[in-house]
């Protein structure tokens, strides 16, 4: 048992510091830091293994043009034949190993924005678009793999394999090394200047997709009104300016994207350009200047093979670096979700077990405030014992779907406190309940993964179900539309009950459960909720229903937020 009160002293000592968008995508890569450490060794091993292979070559055109018969030829030959070997394995397990990382990572991000969105409730909730949080939740949390499984490794690689390349360089050449070092910063110098630019851009794109998806399942739903009204042609222009709009974000940040590059790959190509041309006039004894005298065929061969590897891991981090950016895009928009305060309630409740005589839920003196509306429920004070059923009556409006709220932990209150005494979440229903598109298990499995047919089959008859489903060729595996389509009103109610039944839960919370329904389903929901009372559950119900009002314990009439009046029946 845990009083919930909204303090200012509480919200302080909960919250943290908000994060941003490049602490949480450091918080997610430090939990998978073994597996994105190995993933660079692996790297470094693929890069160690292409200079080897380079020296190599070097070593065996030098000795093929030069005669020298220190050693056999088919020795270097078999070495590298080895090296290339050894370098295929390394980049398997750099590869396979930075998107296990990823995977992993992603999994992670995913699991804790759908535990934030648990925690902030369907009120929380109701202004943000479902199309929008599931295009968050797939394709923004999968923009995040291209920054974990390439962009990490690669930025430790572009430190530490052009190191080795300028150290073998400089040892050979320190003319030739100096030309590696000034063109090397032009590269990242570059890199970082495009990367702003596509950050802002990737932002904006995930922003369009987002009110796209919201725009487009609008319309989906709506579309029988649309078709009645003759506006379907209109309705497909919009959908088609705002894709449009969609397609025209999404080739300019390509064009950045391909422009960057052709622009590095110019550095690096100028930069190996002048190289070219030193050792070449060096060797041909154009140029005396430094150490340009002492060059040999090894030694010019060598520095001509390894100029493109030193730029190599620097042009693999600028391409790279575009992942970069699209991960900052969509961590900005997650970061939003996860940095919203969750209700205090819904934080602190559900954490005692009922005992004795001890209420169920306890309001005291609550009050809730919502933005733009001041107070809409309160002062309130109200006890529940167990096994009690209460009904909520007044006009609409008045603050009952708010009073149900709280006790669910939906919303926090502003003044008073909440004491809720159950070891699991209160049931929750309304008078139009989620149906997902899938079977009537699928359904079920909403309120308990683990239930086995068995037990979904005796949940639907305690709703009163037993009949349809013995009708149903397909039983449990008959599938219904999304909001209950192909179901009648009623038959959409009592499947949700079903999945009250299904549930533990000792607390029952009902929002108006037979409005909009027909007599006859209106007497079977009744009959149904009768089955929960017999089993010992505790019924709070928002209802105008004279028969839901006659089976309750308790009738507590609500005006205006403000509890005016109580009858025992």
Known sequence: MKAITDTMASRDAQNQEPLTSKRWLQDLADGERRRLTLATIAGLGVGLCTIVQMLLLAIIIDRLLTGAPEAPVGVFFAALIGVLGVRALAQWAQETTAQAASLAIRARARAALLDQLTALGPVQLSSRHSAGLGSQLVEQVEALDGYFARFLP????????????????????????????LAAPLIPLFMALVGM??????????????????????????????QLFGRTATAAAEVFSAADDYRARSMKTLRIAFLSSAVLEFFASVAIAVIAIYVGFGLLGYITYGPSSSLTLFSGLTILLLAPEFFQPLRSLSQHYHDRAAALGAAEALVGILNETP??????????????????????????????????????????????????????????????????????PSDGSVEVMSDRRPAWMDQRPLVIQGTIADNLHLADTQASDVAMRAALEQAGLAGLLSRLPEGLDTSVGERGAGLSGGQTQRLALARVFLSDASLVLLDEPTASLDEASEAEVAASLVRLVEEGRTLVIATHHPALIAMAHRVVHIVAGQRVEETTV
């Open 197 to 226: 630019g596509a950050q802002r851009l990737n932002q904006a794109q995930f922003a369009a997709v987002t009110r796209l998806s919201g725009h487009f399942l609008d319309r989906v739903r709506g579309i029988t009104t649309l």
């Open 154 to 181: 690669q930025l430790r690689l572009a430190t530490a394999l052009p190191l080795v390349i300028f150290a073998i360089v400089l040892g050979l050449d320190w003319l030739a090394a100096a030309f590696l070092l």
């Open 343 to 412: 209700p205090a309630a819904a934080k602190a409740t559900f954490e005692g077990r009922t005992n004795g005589g001890a209420p169920v839920v306890r309001l005291t003196d609550v009050c809730v405030e919502h933005a733009g509306r001041g107070q809409v429920l309160g002062p309130v004070s109200l006890e529940v014992s167990r096994g009690e059923v209460i009904a909520l009556t007044g006009p609409s409006g008045a603050g009952k779907s708010t009073l149900l709220q709280l006790i669910a932990g939906f919303v926090a």
